[in-house]
């Protein structure tokens, strides 16, 4: 396994992390989600990454109880809030009442006194940046949370919450966008403002949703089983499985080939050779899925292979920073 400090400070997370988002509580029985887990851990990541909406907060309480036993300070346990977790209405947004009580909340489901990192889920244009902010810095203080950090944040939304964080005396290190060779829509400015501001990224869907794993094919039927062919969880990767897409993605079975690396294994190591990617979450529904995509820690790829990526999927990438996730 590889290690990379996560923003501008001295936590160190696994280059691969594992999330539990369409998994755990949720795609997978528990037992299923345990063994993943244990796959995890015998592979060497040690960065575990969830969130409280996941499952209905169901994902939480599986990953607890999954991380229960193993030697706290040698793991790096990361949850979100934002999202509703309740009927009312404030069970949602970045209030100070619902981040204290959803860290609370959390901690109880993870059977944990701290997260590592506690992260915004999204940017919340209802609250006061200063609230939202304030009561993070004062969880960092109560020792509930070690760091600050968000998901699918802009480039001008990353500038003024680090700031702010600067003068509440804490760190904001990390922002958590979708990042694959399809979706490249933080390079042209999330990037170069988060480097500038001591911010590093732990991206989600590095796979595409599993579409760059190779396993869907243009013009044929879903794979009965497969995360696409779920009404719930395949809703969200419409956008890659268009025909041009799933054309494009084969033609790069080559590359991979000749590098000895499976699909996953590409797509996987393509994210992380941006250097301001510090981990990628991969999630899994059988522990083998796991072991291979770790496989792709440490794996570097020459600027002629980047190229030849690049030049194979053309126009089918995602690039227009507009297109950062609003909700």
Not at 51 to 69: C, F, I, K, M, Q
Not at 77 to 95: A, C, F, Q
Not at 265 to 275: C, D, F
Request: glycine share 10%; aromatic share 6%.
């Amino acid at each position: 396994m590889e290690f990379r400090r996560l923003g501008r400070s001295g936590l160190t997370i696994s280059a691969i992390a594992y999330g539990n988002w369409l998994t755990h509580g949720g795609q997978v029985e528990e037992d299923a989600a345990h063994a993943c887990v244990r796959a995890a851990l015998d592979s060497g990541i040690t960065t575990f990454d969830t969130a409280d909406v996941y499952a209905g907060t169901r994902a939480e309480s599986v990953l607890g109880r999954a991380l229960a036993g193993q030697r706290r300070e040698g793991l790096e346990i990361l949850t979100k809030v934002y999202w509703p977790t309740g009927p009312g209405h404030n069970d949602r947004g970045l209030s100070r009442k619902h981040i204290v009580e959803s860290c609370h909340a959390s901690l109880r489901r993870l059977q944990t006194d701290y997260v590592d990192l506690y992260q915004a889920h999204r940017y919340d244009p209802t609250v006061p940046l200063e609230e939202t902010m304030t009561a993070f810095a004062d969880l960092v203080r109560a020792g509930k949370a070690l760091y600050i950090g968000v998901s699918e944040w802009r480039a001008e939304e990353i500038a003024a919450g680090a700031a702010l964080a600067r003068e509440l005396g804490i760190q904001l290190i990390s922002n958590q966008p979708q990042y694959s060779m399809l979706w490249r829509v933080i390079e042209e400015e999330v990037v170069p403002t988060s480097e500038k501001q001591g911010v590093s990224q732990i991206v989600w869907s590095p796979l595409a949703q599993g579409v760059l794993t190779g396993k869907y094919l243009p013009g044929q039927q879903l794979p009965a089983g497969s995360r696409a062919s779920d009404p719930e969880a395949g809703g969200s990767m419409r956008q890659f499985l268009r025909d041009d897409v799933l054309t494009r993605v084969q033609q790069l079975r080559p590359i991979a080939e000749e590098l000895g690396l499976s699909m996953a294994q590409l797509a996987v190591a393509w994210v992380l050779q941006n250097r301001n990617v510090a981990a990628a979450i991969i999630g899994a529904t059988r522990p083998e899925q796991v072991r291979d995509n770790v496989e792709a820690a440490g794996v570097s790829l020459g600027d002629a292979v980047l190229r030849r990526i690049d030049d194979v999927l053309g126009d089918v990438v995602e690039r227009d920073p507009a297109r950062t996730a609003r909700g």
